[in-house]
């Protein structure tokens, strides 16, 4: 049996229990003097073993042992003359017009069917092109054996033509290779292939007897030998005998080292130092070339190859294995390296081909098939190639990435003083906006009170907490004077209280009333405050004190001259002594009779100030007067003033009760000799309100008690006040962040876009440049090998191997890679070798069909997925003759399983294939263990199923009297047939296949969808066109190498007459069932039905083996899948907040969908997926802004970038911007409930 391969955690290796170990024995352990022992190379038995699979390779070879029979072959010998040079000149003809006779026209068709299909095998699955018109057989007897050999041969196209067939020759006519070949081995005649072929044309006119008359005469000495003049269409090749002849060296270290040669193994094996990946977002843009766009996981690949390690890479389905071989060969080319590509699956061949051509390469893939046009095409590529101008498109690369990721790295970059990001910042605020009430506070922390409490707000919030809990927020500043006074003790404040009532009470109204009554006598205006008032008693003290000295007419007049009289002389220096001494003696008339002024300088300068206080306190022209009662006035007022002084000290600073205007003194002083509820827990409040005013929270106790916030709020409007400061802080220290205006950050990043699209766009085009640089040099510097090629390229006879010959350096630049499928690998020389040969889909090879191209390479990768693939026999001719031996012994194990027990093993997870999310994720689930990581496909999303099961009634039969089995019941084949006439009446721009695992099935359901397309010219073209991908009917082994839009899986077993259910379901049966099965399931890129005739439940366990009984399982599977739980609970909270608002217009929403997208929504068969700024954490710009939103709108979603900013300052706006995407009315109505999905299970 061979190995199972299945996925685990990220790396593929072959079941244990299949390994055998073999001990190795050295020369050294033999004793060479011993009779009958002799020194061999440990490889010469899997040498030997090779050669003899080598020469089994495609069964019988219809070269040379071609079995006439009008089943397999088209005698167009036989065919109408009228339409016959139509045909041969090499124009498209139908079947129906080479032969007309009903009896003739029938025969052909079932050799044109048999010819078909043998044709899409081995053209899909092998890469050979085998059907030809072979002209005049040559038949002789040698050795025991009968050799029947075409001598000419010309390609021929075959396709179904609606009812019919379409028949159309390409190319030229030559000599069949295995005929020149055994002609000398056998007969020692060296057939000259270009003149024996030339033979055959006559003016252009295609003339055949010429050669067939000149190989009779070379042959005449051969009694057995004889030419028919025969014309015969049908698969025509020879893979076993080149490949045995390439076969006759198998002496490389590869080749050696899986036969177990020590010393070759390690040397395979050898691990080459991979340098660190930069990250592509910091690679320079010149070194930034990769053909495709590829994952890190293809990166990853790229670089092992790119260091010379051998290696297997698994490639599960849909993970880029062709993206990742193309950057492989555009990396490796670069670096001036030869690469051989083999691939035993066409598509693959043309796909690397084509994507080659597409973005600016063509003719870089040489096959040796088709060497003249590939060489020409690579020559005019090289002749027309000119260096692509990106110098301004890479600087703007450069600074939209620098911009755009400082930006990102700021977001998500925690801040070094305060520990968090902007982003958690942002995530922290909308949970606390989601809070019901939602905070509001005002107050903002500067950046010291940020970072001290950066590590301290579970403590700040506690101590908040508990001073809400004492009534330190029932009272405000509004609420009570007595707000924010601190004391050490109870008694302290007790005392004030006492202090602001005797106040309140008795003394302030007391020296009101006194006040205004002295202030009345002496008509100076009011006063305002108990300041203004001791003011006025002070000048009023003042003015008493002057008139005692001087009489009142000293007030009248201006005595700034006297004033300077009486300063010395140095200060009035322009008065001379004659006015000084008059003004002097006019000062002493001021004085009263005795009295005397000891410094009248002094006193004049005192009463000139009086005076001017006077004048601005009193009426004008009033002089000034002393009111009685001025002494006990004052002496109340001191009183006041100490008392008033004393309460302002215990108020604190900014509290000056003195110069308070008097209606606000006394309404503070009454709130101040009220009683209150404000001293209670008054002295602990204090402590606590000092602890926290030294943490910076002045300001917000203060909003605090204005807002009398309750103590189960203190702490959210806290976390809500130090958040947001944060965020503000932030976004005023860092430029980074753009100020959070995301307007730019989208310009920004729409530019980006678009110069890193146009940057990855052009690596084509710079290797192509620097390719046609290399070819300028070399046809300078090998001009006889530019003649040589230019002379055998227009000749356009010359193989692959012959130009090789005649300009080897030459063509190392122009055809540095080379395609091939295996079995065309021996027609390129093995020397000089290859640096690197890449196995396409290796899974399917085996050692014997890989060695050919195994000895051509220096380091050997290889790609293939061995759950689905594995080496398989086929057989050239379109019969099978009985006598035909197995090619590929059915325990054979893939180059890829044996060459992964020695080098490497890469896996390959992330899944690119569009659509058939459901189909995906069971085929995951079931053969791959869930390795494979994809995106939802919208289509599931919006309840259209990749996945369907369509179980036939009446599905019934008699049983098989050879096998037993119960095949292709009508009932399944009426269905099939209305499934496809379906598809190609809804979905006629969508490709199909139908796969069965009956090939008698096949074969029914092919004659019945022919002849109900027959009669429907609306859809006849359907099965009939000539498209990439057209219309098939396959089994399980020849589906293995197509892939279609759309695929029926129809089983192809039903029940007997009497309803009894039989276990042979055929191949899936047997033991390569389960592999052969994946194969199945896998073939479908959109969606599958699966028909059956049988359910599951008809069957016992343990009835059923291998695929049957995986098929039946994954039946009775597909009804019980279940909807996976939400995962809403752990999503972002920005994501959460969108979702709320969405639902509130009534927007279908799943949060965390599949745990792969953030949030999709869907209304009337739109579905959207939005991403925000936490999905972008880990991956580069290029995959978060070009590639991710590509596949995701590649998976038929419209996809959504928001910004966490936006989120946060207006979720409403950017629901409102998602939901007109998918067709909301801006004025709909909305529903403001809060509303969550839920889910129901039956």
Same mark, same amino acid.
């Given at each position: 049996?061979?190995?199972?391969?299945?996925?685990?955690?990220?790396?593929?290796?072959?079941?244990?229990?299949?390994?055998?170990?073999?001990?190795?024995?050295?020369?050294?352990?033999?004793?060479?003097?011993?009779?009958?022992?002799?020194?061999?190379?440990?490889?010469?038995?899997?040498?030997?073993?090779?050669?003899?699979?080598?020469?089994?390779?495609?069964?019988?070879?219809?070269?040379?042992?071609?079995?006439?029979?009008?089943?397999?072959?088209?005698?167009?010998?036989?065919?109408?003359?009228?339409?016959?040079?139509?045909?041969?000149?090499?124009?498209?003809?139908?079947?129906?017009?080479?032969?007309?006779?009903?009896?003739?026209?029938?025969?052909?068709?079932?050799?044109?069917?048999?010819?078909?299909?043998?044709?899409?095998?081995?053209?899909?699955?092998?890469?050979?092109?085998?059907?030809?018109?072979?002209?005049?057989?040559?038949?002789?007897?040698?050795?025991?054996?009968?050799?029947?050999?075409?001598?000419?041969?010309?390609?021929?196209?075959?396709?179904?033509?609606?009812?019919?067939?379409?028949?159309?020759?390409?190319?030229?006519?030559?000599?069949?290779?295995?005929?020149?070949?055994?002609?000398?081995?056998?007969?020692?005649?060296?057939?000259?292939?270009?003149?024996?072929?030339?033979?055959?044309?006559?003016?252009?006119?295609?003339?055949?007897?010429?050669?067939?008359?000149?190989?009779?005469?070379?042959?005449?000495?051969?009694?057995?030998?004889?030419?028919?003049?025969?014309?015969?269409?049908?698969?025509?090749?020879?893979?076993?005998?080149?490949?045995?002849?390439?076969?006759?060296?198998?002496?490389?270290?590869?080749?050696?080292?899986?036969?177990?040669? &020590?010393? /070759?193994? %390690? =040397? #395979?094996?050898? !691990?080459?130092?991979?340098? +660190?990946?930069?990250? @592509?977002?910091?690679?320079?843009?010149?070194?930034?070339?990769?053909?495709?766009?590829?994952?890190?996981?293809?990166?990853?690949?790229?670089?092992?190859?790119?260091?010379?390690?051998?290696?297997?890479?698994?490639?599960?389905?849909?993970?880029?294995?062709?993206?990742?071989?193309?950057?492989?060969?555009?990396?490796?080319?670069?670096?001036?390296?030869?690469?051989?590509?083999?691939?035993?699956?066409?598509?693959?061949?043309?796909?690397?081909?084509?994507?080659?051509?597409?973005?600016?390469?063509?003719?870089?893939?040489?096959?040796?098939?088709?060497?003249?046009?590939?060489?020409?095409?690579?020559?005019?590529?090289?002749?027309?190639?000119?260096?692509?101008?990106?110098? &301004?498109? /890479?600087? %703007? =690369? #450069?600074?939209? !990435?620098?911009?755009?990721? +400082?930006?990102?790295? @700021?977001?998500?970059?925690?801040?070094?003083?305060?520990?968090?990001?902007?982003?958690?910042?942002?995530?922290?605020?909308?949970?606390?906006?989601?809070?019901?009430?939602?905070?509001?506070?005002?107050?903002?922390?500067?950046?010291?009170?940020?970072?001290?409490?950066?590590?301290?707000?579970?403590?700040?919030?506690?101590?908040?907490?508990?001073?809400?809990?004492?009534?330190?927020?029932?009272?405000?500043?509004?609420?009570?004077?007595?707000?924010?006074?601190?004391?050490?003790?109870?008694?302290?404040?007790?005392?004030?209280?006492?202090?602001?009532?005797?106040?309140?009470?008795?003394?302030?109204?007391?020296?009101?009333?006194?006040?205004?009554?002295?202030?009345?006598?002496?008509?100076?205006?009011?006063?305002?405050?108990?300041?203004?008032?001791?003011?006025?008693?002070?000048?009023?003290?003042?003015?008493?004190?002057?008139?005692?000295?001087?009489?009142?007419?000293?007030?009248?007049?201006?005595?700034?001259?006297?004033?300077?009289?009486?300063?010395?002389?140095?200060?009035?220096?322009?008065?001379?002594?004659?006015?000084?001494?008059?003004?002097?003696?006019?000062?002493?008339?001021?004085?009263?009779?005795?009295?005397?002024?000891?410094?009248?300088?002094?006193?004049?300068?005192?009463?000139?100030?009086?005076?001017?206080?006077?004048?601005?306190?009193?009426?004008?022209?009033?002089?000034?007067?002393?009111?009685?009662?001025?002494?006990?006035?004052?002496?109340?007022?001191?009183?006041?003033?100490?008392?008033?002084?004393?309460?302002?000290?215990?108020?604190?600073?900014?509290?000056?009760?003195?110069?308070?205007?008097?209606?606000?003194?006394?309404?503070?002083?009454?709130?101040?000799?009220?009683?209150?509820?404000?001293?209670?827990?008054?002295?602990?409040?204090?402590?606590?309100?000092?602890?926290?005013?030294?943490?910076?929270?002045?300001?917000?106790?203060?909003?605090?008690?204005?807002?009398?916030?309750?103590?189960?709020?203190?702490?959210?409007?806290?976390?809500?006040?130090?958040?947001?400061?944060?965020?503000?802080?932030?976004?005023?220290?860092?430029?980074?962040?753009?100020?959070?205006?995301?307007?730019?950050?989208?310009?920004?990043?729409?530019?980006?876009?678009?110069?890193?699209?146009?940057?990855?766009?052009?690596?084509?085009?710079?290797?192509?440049?620097?390719?046609?640089?290399?070819?300028?040099?070399?046809?300078?510097?090998?001009?006889?090998?530019?003649?040589?090629?230019?002379?055998?390229?227009?000749?356009?006879?010359?193989?692959?191997?012959?130009?090789?010959?005649?300009?080897?350096?030459?063509?190392?630049?122009?055809?540095?890679?080379?395609?091939?499928?295996?079995?065309?690998?021996?027609?390129?020389?093995?020397?000089?070798?290859?640096?690197?040969?890449?196995?396409?889909?290796?899974?399917?090879?085996?050692?014997?069909?890989?060695?050919?191209?195994?000895?051509?390479?220096?380091?050997?990768?290889?790609?293939?997925?061995?759950?689905?693939?594995?080496?398989?026999?086929?057989?050239?001719?379109?019969?099978?003759?009985?006598?035909?031996?197995?090619?590929?012994?059915?325990?054979?194990?893939?180059?890829?399983?044996?060459?992964?027990?020695?080098?490497?093993?890469?896996?390959?997870?992330?899944?690119?294939?569009?659509?058939?999310?459901?189909?995906?994720?069971?085929?995951?689930?079931?053969?791959?263990?869930?390795?494979?990581?994809?995106?939802?496909?919208?289509?599931?999303?919006?309840?259209?199923?990749?996945?369907?099961?369509?179980?036939?009634?009446?599905?019934?039969?008699?049983?098989?009297?050879?096998?037993?089995?119960?095949?292709?019941?009508?009932?399944?084949?009426?269905?099939?047939?209305?499934?496809?006439?379906?598809?190609?009446?809804?979905?006629?721009?969508?490709?199909?296949?139908?796969?069965?695992?009956?090939?008698?099935?096949?074969?029914?359901?092919?004659?019945?969808?022919?002849?109900?397309?027959?009669?429907?010219?609306?859809?006849?073209?359907?099965?009939?066109?000539?498209?990439?991908?057209?219309?098939?009917?396959?089994?399980?082994?020849?589906?293995?190498?197509?892939?279609?839009?759309?695929?029926?899986?129809?089983?192809?077993?039903?029940?007997?007459?009497?309803?009894?259910?039989?276990?042979?379901?055929?191949?899936?049966?047997?033991?390569?069932?389960?592999?052969?099965?994946?194969?199945?399931?896998?073939?479908?890129?959109?969606?599958?039905?699966?028909?059956?005739?049988?359910?599951?439940?008809?069957?016992?366990?343990?009835?059923?083996?291998?695929?049957?009984?995986?098929?039946?399982?994954?039946?009775?599977?597909?009804?019980?899948?279940?909807?996976?739980?939400?995962?809403?609970?752990?999503?972002?909270?920005?994501?959460?907040?969108?979702?709320?608002?969405?639902?509130?217009?009534?927007?279908?929403?799943?949060?965390?969908?599949?745990?792969?997208?953030?949030?999709?929504?869907?209304?009337?068969?739109?579905?959207?997926?939005?991403?925000?700024?936490?999905?972008?954490?880990?991956?580069?710009?290029?995959?978060?802004?070009?590639?991710?939103?590509?596949?995701?709108?590649?998976?038929?979603?419209?996809?959504?970038?928001?910004?966490?900013?936006?989120?946060?300052?207006?979720?409403?706006?950017?629901?409102?911007?998602?939901?007109?995407?998918?067709?909301?009315?801006?004025?709909?109505?909305?529903?403001?409930?809060?509303?969550?999905?839920?889910?129901?299970?039956?």
């Amino acid at each position: 049996m061979c190995a199972v391969w299945r996925g685990d955690r990220g790396a593929v290796r072959p079941d244990a229990a299949d390994e055998v170990r073999v001990e190795s024995v050295t020369p050294a352990q033999l004793d060479v003097a011993e009779e009958d022992v002799a020194v061999a190379h440990v490889a010469d038995p899997e040498r030997e073993r090779i050669r003899v699979q080598a020469a089994r390779l495609g069964g019988r070879s219809t070269l040379l042992h071609y079995i006439a029979s009008d089943d397999v072959g088209i005698d167009i010998t036989k065919a109408h003359p009228g339409s016959l040079p139509q045909f041969i000149t090499g124009r498209s003809t139908l079947l129906s017009n080479l032969f007309r006779d009903e009896v003739a026209l029938r025969t052909a068709r079932l050799a044109a069917g048999r010819i078909t299909a043998k044709d899409v095998e081995l053209r899909t699955t092998r890469g050979l092109d085998t059907v030809h018109l072979g002209v005049g057989f040559a038949s002789w007897r040698a050795g025991g054996l009968t050799y029947n050999a075409p001598v000419l041969l010309r390609p021929l196209a075959i396709r179904r033509h609606h009812g019919d067939f379409d028949l159309k020759l390409h190319g030229s006519f030559s000599v069949n290779p295995e005929l020149v070949e055994i002609a000398r081995t056998h007969f020692g005649i060296d057939l000259d292939r270009r003149g024996l072929a030339a033979l055959a044309y006559d003016g252009g006119v295609f003339k055949p007897q010429p050669v067939i008359d000149h190989l009779r005469a070379l042959t005449a000495h051969v009694d057995t030998f004889t030419v028919q003049p025969r014309l015969i269409v049908s698969t025509f090749a020879d893979v076993a005998a080149r490949a045995e002849r390439d076969a006759a060296d198998l002496d490389v270290p590869v080749l050696n080292a899986l036969a177990g040669h &020590e010393d /070759d193994r %390690a =040397l #395979v094996a050898t !691990r080459y130092p991979v340098p +660190d990946a930069v990250p @592509s977002d910091d690679r320079p843009p010149a070194s930034d070339r990769l053909l495709l766009d590829a994952d890190a996981e293809q990166e990853g690949v790229l670089d092992r190859i790119v260091a010379g390690q051998s290696l297997v890479v698994h490639t599960l389905p849909g993970t880029g294995g062709t993206q990742t071989i193309i950057n492989a060969v555009g990396e490796l080319v670069r670096r001036g390296k030869r690469v051989l590509v083999v691939s035993a699956r066409r598509s693959t061949l043309e796909g690397v081909r084509h994507r080659l051509a597409g973005i600016g390469l063509p003719g870089l893939a040489v096959s040796p098939r088709g060497v003249h046009r590939d060489l020409i095409r690579a020559i005019a590529r090289n002749e027309k190639a000119q260096h692509p101008k990106m110098g &301004e498109i /890479d600087d %703007a =690369l #450069v600074r939209l !990435r620098t911009v755009l990721r +400082d930006y990102r790295v @700021s977001l998500t970059q925690r801040h070094p003083m305060l520990g968090v990001s902007p982003l958690e910042v942002l995530q922290k605020l909308t949970t606390i906006a989601a809070e019901s009430p939602q905070p509001s506070a005002a107050t903002r922390f500067d950046a010291a009170t940020l970072q001290r409490l950066s590590t301290r707000r579970a403590e700040a919030a506690a101590s908040l907490a508990t001073a809400a809990r004492l009534g330190e927020f029932r009272f405000g500043p509004d609420d009570s004077p007595w707000y924010g006074v601190a004391f050490e003790t109870t008694e302290q404040a007790r005392a004030a209280h006492a202090l602001a009532g005797r106040l309140h009470r008795t003394e302030i109204p007391e020296i009101l009333e006194r006040g205004y009554e002295l202030i009345g006598q002496t008509r100076m205006r009011p006063f305002t405050t108990l300041a203004e008032l001791g003011a006025y008693i002070r000048l009023l003290q003042g003015i008493r004190a002057s008139l005692d000295r001087f009489s009142l007419t000293v007030f009248e007049r201006p005595l700034g001259d006297l004033i300077e009289a009486h300063s010395t002389r140095r200060d009035t220096p322009e008065m001379n002594g004659a006015t000084r001494r008059r003004l002097r003696r006019l000062a002493k008339e001021y004085v009263r009779p005795g009295m005397h002024v000891t410094d009248m300088h002094d006193a004049l300068v005192r009463v000139q100030k009086q005076r001017e206080q006077w004048q601005r306190l009193a009426e004008v022209g009033v002089v000034p007067e002393i009111p009685a009662g001025l002494d006990a006035v004052a002496t109340s007022w001191q009183r006041v003033d100490a008392d008033l002084g004393e309460l302002s000290r215990v108020l604190g600073p900014g509290h000056d009760l003195l110069a308070t205007p008097i209606p606000e003194l006394v309404r503070i002083l009454a709130g101040l000799a009220a009683d209150s509820d404000v001293f209670d827990n008054l002295v602990e409040r204090a402590t606590l309100r000092g602890e926290l005013a030294a943490l910076g929270l002045e300001g917000l106790l203060t909003e605090l008690s204005v807002r009398h916030v309750p103590e189960e709020r203190v702490a959210s409007e806290f976390e809500f006040a130090w958040w947001q400061s944060a965020l503000e802080t932030m976004l005023r220290s860092d430029r980074a962040l753009l100020g959070a205006n995301t307007s730019v950050v989208d310009r920004l990043e729409r530019d980006f876009r678009l110069v890193d699209e146009a940057h990855a766009a052009s690596a084509g085009q710079q290797l192509a440049a620097e390719l046609a640089t290399r070819w300028k040099i070399a046809i300078v510097d090998e001009a006889d090998e530019t003649a040589a090629l230019k002379s055998a390229l227009r000749e356009g006879t010359a193989s692959a191997a012959e130009l090789l010959a005649v300009a080897p350096k030459l063509l190392r630049t122009l055809a540095p890679v080379w395609i091939a499928s295996p079995y065309e690998v021996a027609a390129l020389p093995a020397r000089p070798a290859f640096d690197v040969v890449i196995l396409a889909d290796a899974g399917a090879l085996s050692v014997a069909e890989s060695a050919a191209a195994l000895r051509r390479g220096r380091q050997v990768v290889a790609f293939g997925d061995p759950v689905t693939q594995r080496p398989t026999p086929f057989e050239i001719a379109a019969d099978r003759d009985p006598s035909d031996e197995p090619v590929v012994d059915p325990e054979e194990r893939s180059v890829f399983e044996r060459l992964a027990e020695i080098v490497p093993v890469e896996t390959l997870t992330r899944s690119y294939r569009a659509g058939g999310e459901d189909l995906a994720e069971l085929v995951n689930e079931a053969f791959y263990g869930g390795e494979i990581v994809s995106f939802p496909w919208a289509g599931s999303y919006l309840g259209r199923g990749s996945l369907s099961v369509d179980y036939v009634e009446g599905g019934v039969g008699a049983p098989d009297p050879d096998s037993g089995a119960v095949e292709s019941p009508d009932a399944e084949v009426a269905r099939v047939v209305t499934l496809v006439v379906e598809h190609a009446v809804n979905r006629p721009n969508e490709s199909l296949m139908v796969v069965t695992a009956s090939t008698k099935h096949a074969l029914r359901i092919r004659a019945a969808v022919e002849a109900a397309f027959a009669g429907r010219s609306d859809v006849a073209e359907f099965v009939g066109r000539e498209t990439a991908e057209p219309f098939a009917v396959l089994g399980l082994e020849e589906s293995v190498a197509e892939s279609r839009d759309r695929v029926v899986f129809s089983l192809g077993y039903g029940l007997t007459r009497h309803g009894r259910v039989l276990s042979d379901f055929g191949v899936l049966s047997g033991p390569d069932g389960e592999r052969l099965l994946t194969v199945g399931m896998t073939r479908a890129r959109r969606s599958m039905v699966i028909v059956s005739s049988i359910r599951p439940s008809a069957f016992d366990d343990g009835r059923l083996e291998n695929g049957a009984a995986t098929l039946m399982s994954i039946l009775g599977g597909i009804a019980a899948r279940a909807r996976e739980a939400r995962l809403e609970d752990l999503a972002d909270p920005l994501t959460l907040a969108l979702a709320q608002n969405l639902r509130r217009l009534g927007v279908a929403v799943d949060v965390a969908y599949r745990g792969l997208l953030p949030l999709v929504a869907q209304r009337d068969g739109k579905a959207v997926v939005v991403e925000g700024d936490p999905e972008t954490i880990g991956q580069s710009l290029r995959e978060s802004l070009r590639l991710r939103p590509q596949i995701l709108r590649r998976l038929g979603w419209h996809y959504i970038r928001v910004h966490s900013f936006d989120l946060y300052s207006d979720p409403a706006g950017v629901a409102a911007r998602v939901a007109a995407i998918l067709g909301v009315e801006p004025e709909a109505p909305t529903a403001d409930a809060s509303t969550e999905p839920l889910d129901v299970i039956d």
